[in-house]
């Protein structure tokens, strides 16, 4: 069974630039999630999509993040403008429904500069 | 006072000795989920666990829900097990809380 999908890998844009990551979540799996870990902390929750539907983007900073599943199974995470903070892992992951196990891909680091 | 507090946050061992890392939460919960993430970012579940202890391998886990709290041990611990280790508690319908990890150093 093939994992989660992301990509790019790493990016590295400077400041006041914008910039999209990609999710592939598994297949049939309903809930997706991206998260942002900045080095030295656990994964923070940006939002959560069921289907193409937003369950919780309570902490998704929207003035610059946007995020859409428009079709229920990939997703873009997109930053415009980015900024210094904005440097982190964004981990996207999916889970089939409820509060079974979440599956992680393999995260796209950011490096704004 | 975070909603899941793991400690330590650093650990340095020499391979061999028998590792145990601790987490705490605060929200009610139904499972608690043990995660490593090796360096490069990459997220691997290592246990789900709701009740008593699972074991796979040289890792145990265990938790307590009346005191709210779960264990990681290793045994025999190996430079490859170097990591981050993090406690994940779901918090309500498709949302978790995380741990900030802890960051296992195995010497040889």
């Known amino acids: 069974e093939a994992g989660v999908a992301q990509s790019p890998r790493y990016k590295i844009i400077e400041k006041r630039q914008s910039v999209a990551f990609w999710c592939n979540p598994i297949?049939?799996?309903?809930?997706l999630y991206w998260y942002q870990q900045i080095l030295g902390q656990g994964p923070k929750l940006l939002i959560q999509?069921?289907?193409?539907?937003?369950?919780?983007d309570s902490q998704l900073p929207k003035d610059r993040f946007s995020a859409e599943r428009l079709k229920g199974v990939d997703s873009t995470l997109k930053i415009q403008p980015a900024k210094l903070e904005d440097s982190a892992v964004y981990l996207c992951?999916?889970?089939?429904?409820?509060?079974?196990?979440?599956?992680f891909g393999p995260g796209t680091r950011l490096l704004v500069l | 006072k975070n909603e899941v507090e793991q400690s330590p946050q650093n650990l340095t061992a020499q391979e061999g000795e028998f590792i145990t890392i601790n987490c705490s939460y605060s929200?009610?919960?139904?499972?608690l989920h043990w995660l490593q993430q090796h360096p490069g970012g990459g997220i691997v579940s290592l246990f789900m666990?709701?009740?008593g202890k699972k074991k796979h391998g040289r890792l145990i886990a265990t938790i307590n829900i009346q005191e709210k709290h779960s264990s990681l041990h290793i045994t025999a611990s190996h430079p490859r097990d170097s990591a981050v280790y993090i406690c994940?508690?779901?918090?309500?319908?498709?949302?978790?809380?995380f741990g900030a990890g802890t960051r296992l150093t195995v010497k040889p």
């Open positions: 999509f069921q289907n193409n539907g937003v369950v919780d």
């Open positions: 994940a508690v779901p918090y309500n319908n498709n949302d978790m809380r």
């Open positions: 992951a999916s889970s089939f429904s409820g509060i079974e196990t979440q599956y």
């Open positions: 297949s049939g799996h309903a809930t």
């Open positions: 666990l709701s009740s």
């Open positions: 929200v009610g919960i139904s499972a």
